[in-house]
């Protein structure tokens, strides 16, 4: 029943280590995305998908990796984990078509490196 | 890139009153929305309004696009309305969602 669901919820891992987080939404969405929550509360884009596409790229250290295997599922590698990486990390999506959507939130993967 | 800037950003208030938030945006947008974050932390989306007006039972807002801001208005207020409310925009001249949010109201309801 869940419309986007994340997994996993909380990841405590050390530095230097390699984690994944996984994302599903059954809304029937064309797009997804992954959002960072700082400590301040700050949500930032990181990476779009529309249709298994990436259409949105920012700023972001390679070490980041999204994969859109299709387009009911978006996941996010991250290599050799730094400190800074902790935050929180949201999956999102919305219906592009016809112009802008209502973007939707899982309800997010809280990750401590340390 | 667009400016997002939204007031107060704290607010307390006793259960019953009503309250007013503010988003102020730089620059033409085609999508604004606003969200709830609760205090466990999960995003709600109360409203996408990049113009006009909605309601949805003690939550209104309303978008004027042509001067740039939108209002949310929360009647009633409840112990569940705590949390931090968010509003963000994409502006008009890029076309992928790329939404941009501003750094939040922090609402306490006081019982």
């Known amino acids: 029943d869940t419309a986007v669901s994340q997994t996993p919820k909380y990841l405590v891992t050390q530095m230097g280590n390699d984690k994944s987080i996984k994302c599903e939404q059954n809304?029937?969405?064309?797009?997804m995305y992954w959002y960072k929550q700082d400590s301040k509360k700050f949500l930032k884009i990181m990476f779009s998908?529309?249709?298994?596409?990436?259409?949105i790229n920012e700023t972001v250290p390679n070490r980041f990796s999204p994969k859109s295997p299709d387009k009911a599922h978006l996941n996010l590698h991250i290599n050799s984990l730094e400190l800074g990486d902790s935050a929180v990390y949201f999956c999102?999506?919305?219906?592009?078509?016809?112009?802008?959507?209502?973007?939707?939130f899982g309800p997010g993967t809280r990750l401590l490196v340390l | 890139g667009i400016q997002v800037e939204q007031s107060p950003p704290d607010l307390i208030l006793q259960e019953g009153a009503n309250s007013t938030l503010r988003c102020n945006f730089s620059?033409?947008?085609?999508?604004l929305q606003w969200f709830h974050q609760n205090p466990w932390g999960q995003l709600i989306n109360l409203f996408y309004?990049?113009?006009g007006t909605k309601q949805n039972g003690r939550l209104s807002a309303t978008t004027v696009a042509t001067e740039r801001y939108s209002l949310l208005y929360i009647s009633s207020s409840q112990t569940t309305d705590s949390g931090v409310y968010f509003c963000?925009?994409?502006?008009?001249?890029?076309?992928?969602?790329?939404?941009?949010f501003g750094t939040g109201t922090r609402l306490t309801i006081i019982p």
């Open positions: 999102a999506s919305s219906h592009r078509t016809g112009g802008g959507g209502a973007q939707y």
């Open positions: 309004i990049p113009s």
């Open positions: 998908y529309n249709n298994k596409e990436l259409i």
């Open positions: 963000a925009v994409e502006p008009l001249d890029f076309g992928n969602e790329k939404l941009t």
């Open positions: 620059d033409s947008v085609n999508n």
């Open positions: 809304l029937g969405h064309d797009t």
